[in-house]
């Protein structure tokens, strides 16, 4: 394998023109295919298979137009009640919505009182909006937004749920991270063109996968957040792939090799394990798939190919750039340095802190292993489920109807349940009081009303006592689908829940269900996979539980933050909620690869260093002296990249890019950089033991480079022939 990828890189680097034009014209083709093939991405989240979904299917078949429908919500001022200038006013409103495109009724509430649409107090109010397809188009949308706003006023307050104006979105800009990562290379590195290089490739790789994600849109419909998650995980690997080589490449040009010969040996090793990271992160998030539900299937492979697009750029792309820059990668000192004869290498900080480690290994385990209990802890207290009206950032017009429909008809009235009763014949008056009655006398429920009676079916329509994202409401769910229930109604009807917070808590628990098989599979392939890169038993076993680490943390964390709400105005959480029940899966995939890429590029110099004939004590030290300051820089880009989620993302992206931020966090400074060399200090020569028998099973990847041939002299150095020796000054 390092052989191979030594040629791709001495291929790029010889026709580097050629590698380059090829990437620009990729990504124009990629552009101009977006621009001419990109339809809108969907933003409705559902799962084939759910009785709710089917169920709900069968209600607006039988009993409704099957056609979207949303509220438009006002209120008079606290403290007074709706005037007859305000029904005036609330009668225009509607003509007004009646007009708008897409919009084929509204119903005021003053004029038809029985639809049930004024408060008790006569404070609050809501129109009923009907539209003429299933799904709210932008242009309805917009056209309903514009008559809200036009009716807003200090006299009446107008707002509306999404059902009408849809969700709440925000556009984010990579900007902000790009400059951390910008700032955190020139730091690294030392020069503009080194901190360059990783930004250039990352950002042509970027562009290509994601507009190529849009231009797919022609042919498979998308979700909205697909695309999103493919930006912030591309930029990032793609900078931590590039970062690999290029630093690589930096450091053996530092050590007296021309870039001639130091560019191929550079991608034959680092840009191994840049391969095997990536197939590792393109594997974790193609085992989305494994939960069988379309929307995290299209955010998985979206993100997958992303990441294979940016490794692709990284591996070619990279290194024809570098060859471009030659010894440029280099400040002037540094060239001055290496002519004179002198190779210098500064590892003050890294040198300092693995033998503080290896000298006290068990100390240092302990530490790290208390820190992240006490960090992950909440996640004892995890609950999961989908955003709603009521979880929308109180400054959006959705969250401001759902707080005005739960102070005037009760908290559970955004969430509504339908129970749809199927009876073996058609039932009598009697048998729908009874089951109107029984099903109002549920705990939880408080009220209940005949919908609809058609044939052998009734609906009825039930508001909850508790918010939609509530457990309360999640346990009356399970007491409306309790069998028991059906007993005790006359006829004994087949009683199905359903309604949009049903499907909500059935796809939560359908996604929580899912994640010990995916957790597993994904944990299992990696372990073999790294059994084949490390030739170790022991070293991927400690990957995976280290991997295991971080995540109780990242999710800990979390809870506290977005659940529980601590610190919650500083990470905009507004207000404390549920997480997303996609959350930990996209989290797993996504922090699982990240974790490997760090373990990879740690561990791996590690493993050349001792395949070379040094100690494993000196092994893990000086393989560990190499590879901190890339782990770290690779991190903290991570975290700018993913901290800019946090404060520009919509509600859906903020909590996923705050568990990764924290994620890695934890990772590449708590389990990299202390358990990690402290484990591998106790472990010791063991480390890289492997049984006789599956050393002739598992194929050698050779990702250490141990085949690779590796020059002694330097061009630099024989330019200098009378120069003395080269001096090493480990400092």
Same mark, same amino acid.
């Given at each position: 394998?390092?052989?191979?990828?030594?040629?791709?890189?001495?291929?790029?680097?010889?026709?580097?023109?050629?590698?380059?034009?090829?990437?620009?014209?990729?990504?124009?083709?990629?552009?101009?295919?977006?621009?001419?093939?990109?339809?809108?991405?969907?933003?409705?989240?559902?799962?084939?298979?759910?009785?709710?979904?089917?169920?709900?299917?069968?209600?607006?078949?039988?009993?409704?137009?099957?056609?979207?429908?949303?509220?438009?919500?006002?209120?008079?001022?606290?403290?007074?009640?709706?005037?007859?200038?305000?029904?005036?006013?609330?009668?225009?409103?509607?003509?007004?919505?009646?007009?708008?495109?897409?919009?084929?009724?509204?119903?005021?509430?003053?004029?038809?009182?029985?639809?049930?649409?004024?408060?008790?107090?006569?404070?609050?109010?809501?129109?009923?909006?009907?539209?003429?397809?299933?799904?709210?188009?932008?242009?309805?949308?917009?056209?309903?937004?514009?008559?809200?706003?036009?009716?807003?006023?200090?006299?009446?307050?107008?707002?509306?749920?999404?059902?009408?104006?849809?969700?709440?979105?925000?556009?984010?800009?990579?900007?902000?991270?790009?400059?951390?990562?910008?700032?955190?290379?020139?730091?690294?590195?030392?020069?503009?063109?080194?901190?360059?290089?990783?930004?250039?490739?990352?950002?042509?790789?970027?562009?290509?996968?994601?507009?190529?994600?849009?231009?797919?849109?022609?042919?498979?419909?998308?979700?909205?957040?697909?695309?999103?998650?493919?930006?912030?995980?591309?930029?990032?690997?793609?900078?931590?792939?590039?970062?690999?080589?290029?630093?690589?490449?930096?450091?053996?040009?530092?050590?007296?090799?021309?870039?001639?010969?130091?560019?191929?040996?550079?991608?034959?090793?680092?840009?191994?394990?840049?391969?095997?990271?990536?197939?590792?992160?393109?594997?974790?998030?193609?085992?989305?798939?494994?939960?069988?539900?379309?929307?995290?299937?299209?955010?998985?492979?979206?993100?997958?190919?992303?990441?294979?697009?940016?490794?692709?750029?990284?591996?070619?792309?990279?290194?024809?750039?570098?060859?471009?820059?030659?010894?440029?990668?280099?400040?002037?000192?540094?060239?001055?340095?290496?002519?004179?004869?002198?190779?210098?290498?500064?590892?003050?900080?890294?040198?300092?802190?693995?033998?503080?480690?290896?000298?006290?290994?068990?100390?240092?385990?302990?530490?790290?292993?208390?820190?992240?209990?006490?960090?992950?802890?909440?996640?004892?207290?995890?609950?999961?489920?989908?955003?709603?009206?009521?979880?929308?950032?109180?400054?959006?017009?959705?969250?401001?109807?759902?707080?005005?429909?739960?102070?005037?008809?009760?908290?559970?009235?955004?969430?509504?349940?339908?129970?749809?009763?199927?009876?073996?014949?058609?039932?009598?008056?009697?048998?729908?009081?009874?089951?109107?009655?029984?099903?109002?006398?549920?705990?939880?429920?408080?009220?209940?009303?005949?919908?609809?009676?058609?044939?052998?079916?009734?609906?009825?329509?039930?508001?909850?006592?508790?918010?939609?994202?509530?457990?309360?409401?999640?346990?009356?769910?399970?007491?409306?689908?309790?069998?028991?229930?059906?007993?005790?109604?006359?006829?004994?009807?087949?009683?199905?829940?359903?309604?949009?917070?049903?499907?909500?808590?059935?796809?939560?628990?359908?996604?929580?269900?899912?994640?010990?098989?995916?957790?597993?599979? !994904?944990?299992?392939? %990696?372990? *073999?996979? /790294?059994?084949? +890169? @490390?030739?170790?038993?022991? $070293?991927?076993?400690? &990957?995976? #539980?280290?991997?295991?680490?971080?995540?109780?943390?990242?999710?800990?964390?979390?809870?506290?933050?977005?659940?529980?709400?601590?610190?919650?105005?500083?990470?905009?959480?507004?207000?404390?909620?549920?997480?997303?029940?996609?959350?930990?899966?996209?989290?797993?995939?996504?922090?699982?690869?990240?974790?490997?890429?760090?373990?990879?590029?740690?561990?791996?110099?590690?493993?050349?260093?001792?395949?070379?004939?040094?100690?494993?004590?000196?092994?893990?030290?000086?393989?560990?002296?190499?590879?901190?300051? !890339?782990?770290?820089? %690779?991190? *903290?880009? /991570?975290?700018? +990249? @993913?901290?800019?989620?946090? $404060?520009?993302?919509? &509600?859906? #992206?903020?909590?996923?890019?705050?568990?990764?931020?924290?994620?890695?966090?934890?990772?590449?400074?708590?389990?990299?950089?202390?358990?990690?060399?402290?484990?591998?200090?106790?472990?010791?020569?063991?480390?890289?033991?492997?049984?006789?028998?599956?050393?002739?099973?598992?194929?050698?990847?050779?990702?250490?480079?141990?085949?690779?041939?590796?020059?002694?002299?330097?061009?630099?150095?024989?330019?200098?022939?009378?120069?003395?020796?080269?001096?090493?000054?480990?400092?």
């Amino acid at each position: 394998m390092a052989r191979w990828w030594q040629a791709v890189g001495a291929f790029s680097a010889r026709r580097r023109w050629w590698v380059i034009a090829a990437w620009i014209v990729l990504l124009f083709t990629a552009v101009g295919s977006m621009v001419a093939f990109a339809k809108p991405l969907d933003s409705d989240i559902t799962v084939k298979g759910l009785q709710s979904i089917t169920t709900l299917h069968t209600v607006d078949r039988m009993f409704g137009t099957g056609n979207a429908s949303g509220q438009v919500v006002f209120a008079a001022p606290k403290g007074k009640t709706l005037t007859a200038a305000d029904a005036a006013s609330v009668s225009r409103l509607t003509t007004q919505l009646s007009a708008v495109t897409g919009v084929s009724s509204a119903i005021d509430p003053f004029a038809a009182p029985r639809a049930g649409g004024l408060s008790a107090d006569g404070r609050i109010g809501y129109i009923t909006v009907q539209l003429d397809s299933p799904k709210l188009s932008s242009e309805t949308a917009t056209g309903i937004l514009a008559a809200v706003d036009h009716a807003d006023s200090p006299q009446l307050e107008v707002t509306a749920t999404s059902g009408a104006v849809g969700a709440s979105t925000t556009t984010s800009s990579q900007l902000p991270g790009i400059i951390v990562a910008l700032v955190v290379l020139l730091i690294t590195f030392g020069t503009i063109v080194a901190a360059g290089m990783p930004l250039v490739s990352a950002l042509v790789g970027l562009g290509t996968g994601i507009t190529a994600i849009y231009a797919a849109t022609s042919f498979v419909s998308l979700t909205s957040v697909a695309p999103t998650l493919a930006i912030l995980l591309g930029l990032a690997v793609g900078i931590d792939y590039s970062l690999f080589i290029v630093s690589r490449h930096r450091r053996q040009l530092l050590e007296g090799m021309s870039p001639q010969e130091s560019l191929p040996l550079a991608v034959g090793t680092a840009g191994t394990a840049v391969f095997f990271a990536a197939a590792t992160v393109i594997i974790a998030l193609a085992g989305l798939a494994v939960e069988g539900l379309g929307f995290l299937t299209q955010m998985g492979l979206a993100a997958a190919f992303a990441v294979f697009v940016a490794m692709l750029a990284a591996l070619t792309l990279t290194p024809a750039l570098l060859s471009l820059a030659g010894s440029r990668l280099l400040s002037r000192r540094a060239r001055r340095r290496l002519a004179s004869g002198k190779v210098k290498r500064k590892r003050r900080i890294a040198a300092g802190w693995v033998a503080a480690i290896q000298k006290r290994p068990v100390l240092f385990l302990i530490g790290g292993l208390v820190l992240i209990g006490i960090l992950a802890a909440p996640v004892a207290q995890l609950r999961l489920g989908l955003g709603n009206d009521g979880t929308m950032p109180s400054s959006t017009t959705q969250r401001q109807a759902s707080d005005l429909l739960a102070e005037g008809f009760g908290a559970g009235a955004d969430g509504p349940l339908e129970v749809l009763a199927t009876y073996a014949s058609t039932p009598t008056p009697a048998e729908a009081e009874s089951l109107v009655r029984t099903v109002g006398a549920t705990p939880g429920v408080a009220h209940a009303l005949a919908a609809g009676a058609k044939g052998d079916a009734v609906l009825v329509a039930v508001i909850p006592k508790s918010e939609p994202s509530d457990d309360a409401t999640v346990a009356l769910v399970g007491a409306l689908r309790d069998p028991s229930l059906r007993h005790a109604v006359q006829g004994t009807p087949q009683l199905e829940v359903t309604g949009q917070t049903a499907v909500d808590i059935d796809i939560s628990a359908r996604l929580a269900s899912a994640l010990p098989l995916y957790l597993g599979l !994904v944990a299992l392939f %990696a372990f *073999l996979l /790294m059994v084949a +890169v @490390f030739r170790s038993i022991l $070293v991927p076993l400690k &990957a995976a #539980i280290s991997f295991l680490l971080s995540l109780a943390a990242a999710l800990g964390v979390t809870v506290a933050v977005f659940q529980w709400g601590w610190l919650g105005g500083l990470f905009g959480v507004d207000p404390p909620a549920p997480l997303l029940a996609f959350l930990p899966t996209i989290v797993i995939g996504v922090l699982f690869g990240l974790s490997m890429d760090y373990e990879m590029f740690l561990v791996t110099g590690m493993r050349e260093h001792y395949v070379h004939h040094e100690s494993a004590r000196g092994a893990v030290s000086t393989g560990f002296q190499q590879g901190a300051k !890339v782990v770290v820089a %690779a991190a *903290l880009i /991570m975290i700018g +990249v @993913f901290g800019n989620g946090v $404060v520009e993302g919509d &509600a859906t #992206i903020r909590p996923i890019a705050f568990a990764l931020a924290v994620g890695i966090l934890v990772d590449a400074f708590v389990v990299r950089m202390t358990i990690v060399p402290a484990v591998m200090a106790l472990f010791g020569r063991a480390a890289w033991w492997l049984p006789q028998w599956l050393q002739r099973i598992v194929p050698s990847v050779d990702v250490e480079g141990a085949s690779l041939s590796r020059p002694t002299t330097s061009a630099l150095a024989a330019e200098a022939a009378d120069a003395p020796e080269p001096v090493v000054d480990r400092v």
